[in-house]
Structures are given as structure tokens and as C-alpha cells.
């Protein structure tokens, strides 16, 4: 079992960054590939990033590709998200995943919210 904590998000004007962290409790952390999704309300969640187990893969969606950068932190559990060069359609609540194997995910966080005004 894995616990997701998403933290980080909030209002950042056009050009900005932010960085999101999400902690992940339990031993086996290392045994997971790691995500992140974002979701505007009333739209279907999409894929942003994704990273392996070493963090020696990682997978952008396109529209992310360029400006965002996942890695994970295996000693403290915790996968980060630096956004930079934000734009108003990157304003969603942004999800932590893990699982073992993809395309399923088996464990999700709660979601920050992140707003970028033009």
C-alpha cells in the first residue's frame, strides 16, 4: 500500500515556475514508477510526466515537454515536479501517481491545485 501527498501548488502569474513534491509513504517505494496527471474540472485527467523506478527514464507528455522536469528523491520518498515558463492552460489540479507497471496506475493522491493568471 502507497500513500500519495501532493504539495506545492498555487497562483503564479504567466512565466513563472512552481515546484511540486509529493511524499510517498511505505517501504517500497523504489518499486514504483512514479507520475504526475493534471486535471482541469469537467475535462478528463491527462498524462504530464512520468519517471522509473531509478529515475533513469523519464516520459513527457508534449505539451509539458521543454519546460517541465520530474525526478524523485529514492532516501526521502518524494517525487518533484519543477514547472517553469507556466502558461493559463497549465491551470489544473495536479496528481501524483505510482505503480508498478504502466499504463495502470494503482495509487493516487489527493491533487494541489495550481493557477497561472495571464
Known amino acids: 500500500q502507497v500513500q500519495l501527498v501532493e504539495s506545492g501548488g498555487g497562483l503564479v502569474q504567466a512565466g513563472g515556475s512552481l515546484r511540486l513534491s509529493c511524499a510517498a509513504s511505505g517501504r517500497t517505494f523504489t518499486s514504483y514508477v512514479m507520475g504526475w496527471f493534471r486535471q482541469v474540472p469537467g475535462k478528463e485527467r491527462e498524462f504530464v510526466a512520468a519517471?522509473?523506478?531509478?529515475?533513469?527514464?523519464?516520459h513527457y507528455a508534449d505539451s509539458v515537454k521543454g519546460r517541465f522536469t520530474i525526478s524523485r528523491d529514492n532516501a526521502n520518498h518524494t517525487v518533484y515536479l519543477e514547472m517553469n515558463s507556466l502558461k493559463p492552460e497549465d491551470t489544473a489540479i495536479y496528481y501524483c501517481?505510482?505503480?508498478?507497471?504502466?499504463?495502470?496506475?494503482?495509487?493516487w493522491g489527493k491533487g494541489t491545485l495550481v493557477t497561472v493568471s495571464s
Open positions: 501517481a505510482a505503480t508498478i507497471a504502466t499504463p495502470e496506475w494503482d495509487y
Open positions: 519517471i522509473s523506478w531509478s529515475g533513469g527514464s523519464t
